[in-house]
């Protein structure tokens, strides 16, 4: 079997590999590459979900790319609307033209006498096998298994007579005209879900164990609009990114440090939104602080007006059972349905599991130090493009396609072959990879690398302080170990 090579691997065509495919074009014009896309289209995330109503939780100032001005009116897009974004994006740079669709990456290998990944990937319905070698791999796969998402084991599930989906398998035939819906989470999907549904659902109710902090934010920038119409495009864009940027990092440090103020001034919009009847310190008072967990946007307080509307209602409560007609619950209560959603979360992953070795050796990621937030400690010429939890995804990935294409060019310059993060402190003591109560998080962070107690192994969440981390500071800093084959 031949193996092609390319200089540079990126392993995904979602908004992250078609980001890093643009900086590699931009930056690295001698390296060659390819994407390799396990699925038949670009996209990723915004390909996969089609549940009603799908759209962002952030806004397209910062979820978009930093090198492409989002152009639409709206700051908070539906799913299609991003999609396109991403899908143009690709087109107009021709970097479709290096996408190989159908490649389900399963293993890598490297080789140190060869200084090169060996990549075997599976290709299409068939599972044809096929090898492709690089020098350089740039995982781009997100952060979630694309098989199915997370559903927990429900007692008496079989009985129920009506449709359970999770929302990662929305599918065209779900038909919930007039029929009596029960959303089960209470997170991101949940709340997108349940204003849309209720346009035509005869009730929708969200069923939640514990509540989550729910705060309306206008769907439309009235400001970046202005400021799109009386300057440039791009830098109306950037002004507005950087706003948006800066109020993000004002907000979280305020619920970390005066959590209490925060609290009050989330939960007084949602008293203002349902009005003063309504239980608010039982639907809507988490057990947990603002910005322990994410919070959840609500356009123009839709999820709101669906309450307000009595189309929607909020449960909170356990799950005792599915019976044949609904769920009942612990109170005694019973839910009478005819189609549930299970928006219970994602089931994350490192790398897409991938399967990693290097010099034959298997690689536990778990047991590795995550350097700059982006490569991993005794693996050499690896990196992955991995978002802000608390802030928006492509903030980040940005940043890190720049800091790769900063490594690229530095290697090529010098002739080093191969470059490996080496911790050789240790005094560096080895944390949780993120700080984070979300349950979908703690289920699956015994899986992921661990960052240090310092940097640079320390996730600081910060992107003022990772740009000049990853765009100014030093590539040679005495952590990462350059070497020469022969």
Not at 35 to 58: H, K, N
Not at 188 to 213: D, F, G, M, N, W
Not at 294 to 311: Q, Y
Not at 342 to 363: E, P
């Amino acid at each position: 079997m031949t193996t092609q090579h390319f200089d540079v691997l990126i392993v995904g065509a979602g908004l992250s590999g078609i980001g890093a495919a643009h900086h590699l074009q931009t930056r690295c014009p001698k390296h060659s590459y390819a994407i390799l896309e396990g699925r038949a289209s670009i996209g990723g995330t915004w390909d996969l979900f089609r549940y009603p109503g799908v759209r962002s939780d952030s806004d397209m100032y910062t979820l978009g790319y930093s090198f492409r001005p989002w152009e639409q009116p709206r700051a908070i897009a539906d799913g299609p609307s991003i999609l396109k974004y991403v899908q143009d994006a690709a087109y107009e740079g021709g970097i479709d033209r290096h996408i190989r669709f159908g490649h389900q990456v399963r293993s890598a290998s490297w080789s140190t006498s060869d200084a090169r990944w060996t990549i075997e990937a599976e290709i299409g319905e068939a599972k044809a096998p096929v090898k492709i070698s690089c020098n350089f791999l740039f995982m781009c796969s997100g952060y979630y298994s694309y098989e199915a998402g997370y559903t927990p084991d429900f007692s008496g599930i079989e009985n129920f007579s009506g449709r359970v989906v999770h929302p990662q398998k929305w599918t065209d035939d779900i038909d919930y005209a007039g029929k009596r819906v029960v959303v089960i989470g209470s997170g991101a999907t949940a709340v997108t879900l349940l204003p849309e549904l209720a346009k035509i659902a005869a009730h929708v109710t969200l069923l939640q164990r514990s509540p989550t902090y729910v705060v309306a934010r206008p769907s439309v920038d009235g400001m970046a609009n202005w400021l799109g119409r009386n300057i440039s495009l791009k830098l109306a864009y950037t002004v507005t990114r950087w706003k948006r940027v800066l109020l993000g990092i004002y907000f979280f440090r305020l619920s970390r440090q005066k959590p209490e103020k925060v609290k009050r001034l989330l939960l007084g919009g949602v008293r203002m939104a349902l009005g003063p009847d309504y239980d608010v310190k039982k639907h809507f008072t988490p057990h947990y602080n603002p910005w322990e967990q994410r919070l959840c946007l609500v356009p123009d307080g839709d999820f709101f007006h669906a309450i307000n509307s009595g189309k929607a209602s909020v449960v909170t409560d356990h799950i005792e059972a599915f019976t044949e007609t609904g769920i009942a619950l612990k109170s005694g209560e019973h839910l009478d349905a005819d189609l549930v959603i299970t928006a219970t979360g994602l089931n994350l992953q490192v790398l897409g599991g991938l399967k990693l070795t290097v010099d034959g050796q298997a690689v536990d990621l778990a047991k590795t130090l995550n350097y700059k937030s982006l490569m991993f400690s005794g693996v050499p010429n690896l990196a992955s493009s991995f978002g802000y939890t608390n802030a928006s995804w492509t903030l980040k990935c940005d940043l890190t396609c720049e800091y790769v294409c900063r490594l690229l060019n530095y290697m090529k310059k010098r002739g080093i072959t191969h470059c490996t993060p080496r911790n050789i402190d240790a005094s560096i003591t080895p944390e949780p990879w993120v700080d984070f109560s979300s349950s979908y998080f703690q289920r699956s962070m015994h899986l992921f690398p661990k960052q240090g107690s310092r940097a640079p192994w320390r996730l600081y969440q910060n992107y003022p302080r990772d740009i000049m981390l990853l765009r100014y500071g030093k590539v040679n800093d005495g952590v990462l170990e350059f070497s020469r084959l022969g």
